[in-house]
């Protein structure tokens, strides 16, 4: 059963990913990464990670998905094809995604095999757990994150600006 609804879930996330990256309209776009992140909450859900789960919808699909549509309403939305205009850059953009994507499956898929499963941990996914591992093993991925996100909406801004008119 639980296969089963991991399958439905993974098949629903990858159309909703593609979704994400097709579609020529980037507030659509923005939408259907909302719904890749509540999926995404699902599958947390699905995992017993009931914080994280709620995090997942509070924090990404919440507070970034709205800074992303308030940076996209900014710049606007230009009619041309954007950077991927020319079919030969988007060829070449989807065969190296789709060859990273092949990477890194293939190695994790062969770390797995080679590795026993670890056996689930009662504090998973609780607060002191969630706690423990943000602000001592991953304290600094999380500032670098959060300085990058302050970067992207400064950038944001000073393109929605455009240039100074003499």
Do not use: C
């Not at 089963?4 to 879930?9: M, S």
């Not at 629903?12 to 719904?35: E, M, R």
């Not at 940076?71 to 850059?89: C, D, E, H, T, Y």
């Not at 095999?113 to 001592?136: D, I, K, S, W």
Request: charge should be positive.
């Amino acid at each position: 059963m639980a296969l089963a609804v991991f399958g439905v879930l993974a098949t629903l996330l990858l159309v909703g990913a593609l979704t994400v990256v097709l579609h020529p309209d980037s507030v659509y776009s923005a939408l259907a990464l909302i719904g890749v992140m509540a999926l995404l909450a699902v599958v947390f859900v699905t995992l017993e990670a009931h914080l994280i789960a709620a995090l997942q919808i509070i924090v990404y699909a919440g507070a970034i998905m709205v800074l992303f549509l308030f940076v996209i309403m900014l710049i606007g939305r230009p009619g041309s094809g954007g950077p991927f205009a020319s079919s030969r850059i988007l060829w070449a953009a989807s065969g190296l995604g789709a060859g990273g994507l092949a990477i890194g499956v293939g190695t994790m898929v062969a770390k797995s095999a080679l590795a026993p499963p670890e056996a689930g941990r009662p504090e998973f996914g609780t607060t002191t757990a969630v706690a423990r591992e943000l602000f001592t093993t991953y304290l600094l991925p999380f500032e670098l994150t959060s300085v990058l996100l302050l970067i992207a909406v400064v950038g944001a801004v000073v393109l929605a600006k455009g240039r100074p008119r003499a």
